[in-house]
């Protein structure tokens, strides 16, 4: 465990390898629900609405267009 100080308050991370491929495993789970969401019919509206914004641009390279 990794004790972190910041602007006075204490914080303790588990670094445990059971701890960190949970919060992998989450980070996925989370990137794969936005990627449904931005190939929803309403993110498809929103992309080609906005087809010069970079995020937008981002998320279409993830979406693999």
């Known amino acids: 465990m990794i004790s972190t ?6 914080m303790k991370i588990d670094m445990s390898r059971e701890a ?6 989450t980070v996925e789970q989370l990137r794969k629900l936005c990627l ?3 190939n929803s019919s309403a993110g498809q509206h929103i ?15 993830a979406l693999g267009y």
């Open 5 to 10: 100080i910041y602007r006075g308050c204490s």
């Open 47 to 61: 992309r080609t609405q906005f087809p010069d914004n970079d995020s937008i641009q981002k998320t279409e390279r």
């Open 20 to 25: 960190v491929t949970n919060r992998l495993k």
């Open 36 to 38: 449904s969401l931005a």
